[in-house]
């Protein structure tokens, strides 16, 4: 053997050596030593069992879709998606008034996205749930996914730029106004409101409640005694920027544990921040951590965020689980994070499609938009 092939065979088993060790999860003395639980075995609702937002495609929403074509393979898979989506509203609807929220004569959504009747349509259901946490401009921890409420609310307004106080008379996927704008049963995203697409907006916050059902962005300590240990849950920290940490992320990460370490419910937490779940490493290592992630491309402005999607990061984290986008199962290294003993958690299955597509690369499964066949709680529907 040459000099130069030695070099390069002992410099491959280096970098790989390398590699596997920046990619490797929690040890499992680790998780002994600190009697760390597993993620419950059930299916997580993403956001909730929601009615309106995240992941909801009906017909109107297709450009260009006719139906009339039934011999198209992409049409037959249209129509499949359009069915699921409706059989997931329609329990959605079901299992929320089944808690005591809104009724049959409620004409816009009664269980939008990340909310109290979504929560707790979720456990009526039978499922866990995934939700996030931010702060507002207040320092109160609440559950919303997006920086802004433009596509939940029709507000293009920043949740951080908001108090509490505030988001409680701004209600969710409003119902449809006077001027026949407003969301539907199963809408994607909110319309628009009044003033939203001028420069600067125009929106301001009403000074009272509006009349009639509507739901909020609510605080995490109410969705925790809605969920009262009922379900699993599935925690993310938000940050705006992944790369970033400061005072007001450890003013989260100390505010949203608190909370959680006052409740006896079974949960775990991730996030796509490093920081959020290392901080979890050093402050509390008794809790199930997970490091969120996805296939980034290589952007030659943002190289931090594909490293992340190869969880060249992990070894800051060194997390419990892997929750990776479904699309990215059988890549190299999620399969190696799962080999080398990390849970795997997918985001965000939305057909019985995609969840064929990925099953056999995931643990456990966050899903919206229809109805697992694999529901153990059938006798819901």
């Avoid at 005694?225 to 699993?232: L, N």
């Avoid at 849950?233 to 959680?260: P, Q, T």
Wanted: hydrophobic share 45%; aromatic share 10%; with cysteine.
């Amino acid at each position: 053997m040459s000099k130069a092939l030695r070099n390069a065979i002992i410099g491959g088993a280096a970098l790989a050596g390398a590699a596997a060790w920046a990619m490797a999860p929690r040890s499992f003395n680790d998780k002994r030593r600190n009697f760390v639980p597993v993620i419950p075995d059930v299916w997580y609702a993403h956001r909730g069992l929601h009615d309106a937002g995240s992941g909801l495609v009906g017909v109107a929403d297709i450009p260009d879709y006719t139906g009339d074509n039934p011999l198209s393979a992409a049409a037959d898979t249209t129509e499949a998606s359009i069915a699921e989506n409706a059989d997931y509203v329609a329990l959605a609807r079901r299992m929320a008034m089944k808690a005591g929220y809104g009724t049959p004569d409620e004409t816009g959504p009664i269980a939008p996205e990340n909310s109290l009747a979504a929560f707790a349509a979720a456990c009526e259901a039978g499922y866990g749930i995934e939700l996030d946490l931010q702060l507002t401009l207040d320092g109160q921890v609440v559950v919303v996914h997006d920086a802004d409420l433009l596509r939940v609310a029709g507000d293009p307004r920043l949740v951080k730029d908001l108090t509490y106080d505030e988001l409680t008379r701004i209600p969710l996927f409003p119902a449809v106004r006077a001027d026949g704008h407003g969301s539907k049963p199963g809408d994607l995203k909110a319309h628009p409101l009044p003033g939203a697409d001028e420069k600067p907006p125009l929106v301001v916050t009403p000074s009272s409640a509006p009349e009639g059902y509507y739901q909020h962005v609510p605080l995490f300590s109410d969705v925790l005694k809605v969920v009262a240990g009922r379900a699993p849950l599935i925690v993310e920290y938000k940050f705006s920027d992944n790369s970033a940490w400061g005072a007001r992320e450890e003013e989260l990460m100390e505010k949203g544990h608190a909370l959680l370490d006052a409740y006896s419910g079974p949960y775990v937490i991730e996030s796509f921040h490093p920081g959020a779940v290392n901080w979890y490493k050093t402050h509390h290592p008794e809790v199930c951590r997970g490091q969120l992630s996805w296939p980034a491309p290589f952007k030659a402005g943002n190289p931090l965020e594909w490293a992340a999607g190869l969880l060249a990061f992990d070894w800051l984290s060194r997390p419990d689980f892997v929750a990776y986008d479904w699309t990215g199962g059988a890549s190299p290294q999620v399969r190696l994070a799962r080999a080398m003993g990390a849970t795997t958690v997918s985001w965000t299955v939305r057909s019985s499609a995609e969840l064929a597509d990925c099953d056999q690369w995931f643990d456990h499964h966050i899903f919206e938009a229809f109805v697992p066949a694999e529901h153990g709680a059938s006798s819901a529907l």
